[in-house]
T-cell receptor
């Protein structure tokens, strides 16, 4: 089955710093890849996705590129804001199951 | 659409009592997932349905847990009897596309068993 490994958190940054959260996955075939974000007290919501190799998903200044050769889908943002503080989850999906990584907590300080 | 609706938002119950969590998926979605989130174990998939049929319940921790989906617009997760270690946030999510689509999550039910 699918599995995903995310970098350990928390990631602590100052406002306007550059963000990278690493994600690598194992999956059969060619999964779609997702990043979800969870703000305090809420459910997960889709941040961005990519459905095939070399696709770049982007939303709200966040980007991630589907790297088939390295089975990775790293999340990046050039300049984080305090409002980006949340937990970020990477998820591959090509079967009926939807499995998430452990999540990476991001804390941004002014 | 109002999104995935879960009820109640918060539940406090005594050990040994029966607890029923409810979920209304987004209309037209044909896949439904139940997850449990704790600090220790992260986000665990408990069970999922496709077209109201349970497909995989291997994540259900014990026989005390059961889930049903009697129709396309309603699902329940029941714990009987409840134990303190069941305390967690339980999420329901639904998806339109089988196998590759994004999932939409409810706000969750925070369960505390004392």
């Amino acid at each position: 089955g699918n599995s995903v490994t995310q970098m350990e958190g928390p990631v602590t940054l100052s406002e306007e710093a550059f963000l990278t959260i690493n994600c690598t996955y194992t999956a059969t075939g060619y999964p779609s890849l997702f990043w979800y974000v969870q703000y305090p007290g809420e459910g997960l919501q889709l941040l961005l996705k990519a459905t095939k190799a070399d696709d770049k998903g982007s939303n709200k200044g966040f980007e991630a590129t589907y790297r088939k050769e390295t089975t990775s889908f790293h999340l990046e943002k050039g300049s984080v804001q305090v409002s980006d503080s949340a937990v970020y989850f990477c998820a591959p999906r090509n079967t009926d199951k939807l499995i998430f990584g452990t999540g990476t907590r991001l804390q941004v300080f002014p | 659409d109002a999104g995935v609706i879960q009820s109640p938002r918060h539940e406090v119950t005594e050990m040994g009592q029966e607890v029923t969590l409810r979920c209304k998926p987004i209309s037209g979605h044909n896949s439904l997932f139940w997850y449990r989130q704790t600090m220790m174990r992260g986000l665990e998939l408990l069970i999922y349905f496709n077209n109201n049929v349970p497909i995989d319940d291997s994540g259900m921790p014990e026989d005390r847990f059961s889930a049903k989906m009697p129709n396309a617009s309603f699902s329940t997760l029941k714990i009987q009897p409840s134990e303190p270690r069941d305390s967690a946030v339980y999420f329901c999510a639904s998806s339109l596309e089988w196998g590759a689509g994004e999932a939409f999550f409810g706000q969750g039910t925070r369960l505390t068993v004392v």
